[in-house]
């Protein structure tokens, strides 16, 4: 069980300065304060509109993630890095990576369970450890938060762009250049499954290199994000009139739909939530998308030197 405690600045409602604190959803506080987890002076506080003054102390525990029931994944899933408080795996394609109401199949939160790994409470019961996401058909690298402190440390990184990722993909079409893409992204008004560029929209900026080009035009390009939408590298793939191969939401109609998105989150960095190191971490690309690439691009001059570390980074 996690807690930590702290002195209130300044009078306000529970819910609210708790949101702060820890940097958290309102839903996320309401649910620790009727749960009996917070207390004020050393009394427990059930009620979420409670009113803290200056001066005040306060207390908070988060339970830890619950064993109980989980779906049979039956996948094996490579484990690139671990210590006591964090998890990196690479995340085969097709894998939904927590549960909600529309999903059936099991996920990655239930092998997370399955394989009994400490997992932190922070973002609750259905995304215990999940720190950030991967859509269903995305493979690559993902972060576990196995502590409420790492999630916490974390998700402060997620905030000030100190953890990230970049992606491999292969497009339909070569890009003209290098280019950055910096245009905002809300939901689609006219197909709520899809984004979209909407004026308005929360702001996002990508960046996009160029790797190697085939016979066919079709290129495999680095992307790196400066913000985290949903299926951003897509939508703004979709403003250069480019689309990921594989994509079944944003291809056109004409397009002939043979395999899954090969879009996959390559290399994954962070500082150590505990002792302050640099973390780099490279999720090895799975055999569909590893196969693609050699067959339609080795002989076309990639040489896979241009796919470690450094040259990746390099390019942006």
Known sequence: MDSGKFICKEEGRL?????????????????????????????????????????????????????????????????????????????????????????????????LREQNIRLSTISGEERNGIVHRLDKDTSGAILIAKSNFAHENLSRQLQDRTMGRYYLAVINMALKGDTVVEKPIARNPKNRLKMAIVEGGREAKTAFAKIAQNAKKEE???????????????????????????????????????????LHAYLLYFVHPRSGQKVEVIAPLFEDMRKYIAENFNSEGLEYEKLTKQSIKERF
């Open 220 to 262: 495999l390009i680095a992307a790196k994000l400066f913000s985290g939408r949903t299926h951003q590298i897509r939508v703004h793939l979709g403003a250069l009139n480019r689309y990921i191969l594989g994509d079944s939401l944003y291809a056109p109609r004409s397009a002939k739909i043979k395999h899954r998105i090969f």
């Open 15 to 111: 819910d609210k300065v708790l949101s702060l604190k820890l940097k958290k959803s309102r839903n996320q506080v309401e649910k620790l304060i009727k749960e009996g987890l917070v207390e004020v002076d050393g009394k427990t506080v059930a009620k979420t509109s409670y009113r803290v003054q200056s001066g005040q102390e306060v207390k908070y525990r988060f339970l830890e993630a619950s064993k109980a029931e989980f779906k049979k994944v039956n996948l094996e899933i490579e484990r690139l890095y671990e210590d006591d408080d964090i998890l990196v795996i690479n995340k085969p394609a097709n894998l939904v990576v927590h549960p909600a109401p529309s999903v059936k199949e099991p996920t990655l939160v239930d092998w």
